[in-house]
């Protein structure tokens, strides 16, 4: 604490009122500077999380979709084995045994990554039998899968 002189005044060196002054316009200038960034993360973030999310809704879509277009490659191929088998010693019903060799390999999968799932055996040119499964994605957006497998006999 500085004690004060005789006449009870505090020594002119230690307190001027230019020095006050200068040490408020400094304190002020930096609120004002400081001021101006207040709230900027919040607006940022605002402004960021919807991109964020639709973001990660594109990721799980996009797997979801890589799953389920995998599932109907994998029961076309199945349909298209038994075709390509039963088709020259069955001429007549290989297609609907193709068609329920691919349906029924599908729900053996034991998955519900596509809804309502069809399948469509025909004979090719050349030879060659077709195989394709179809039906509608379940997922944040519903999409229609078709995968088609196509074989000789």
Do not use: C, K
């Not at 402004?47 to 979801?64: N, T, W």
């Not at 469509?120 to 088609?148: D, F, H, K, Y």
Request: charged share 15%.
């Amino acid at each position: 604490m500085v004690a004060a002189n005789r006449t009870g005044r505090l020594p002119e060196a230690t307190v001027t009122r230019g020095r006050v002054r200068r040490r408020f316009a400094a304190i002020r200038a930096r609120l004002a500077r400081g001021g101006r960034d207040r709230g900027a993360s919040a607006v940022e973030l605002a402004i960021l999380a919807p991109a964020l999310i639709f973001a990660s809704l594109l990721i799980v879509q996009f797997a979801i979709w890589f799953d389920a277009r995998h599932a109907a490659l994998a029961a076309a191929q199945q349909g298209d084995l038994v075709a390509r088998e039963d088709a020259s010693v069955n001429p007549g019903g290989w297609q609907g045994l193709a068609e329920n060799a691919a349906t029924s390999y599908y729900r053996g999968l034991n998955t519900s990554l596509i809804s309502s799932v069809t399948a469509q055996a025909s004979r090719g040119q050349n030879g060659t039998v077709s195989v394709t499964v179809q039906g509608r994605m379940t997922g944040i957006w519903p999409l229609t899968i078709s995968e088609t497998v196509t074989g000789p006999i």
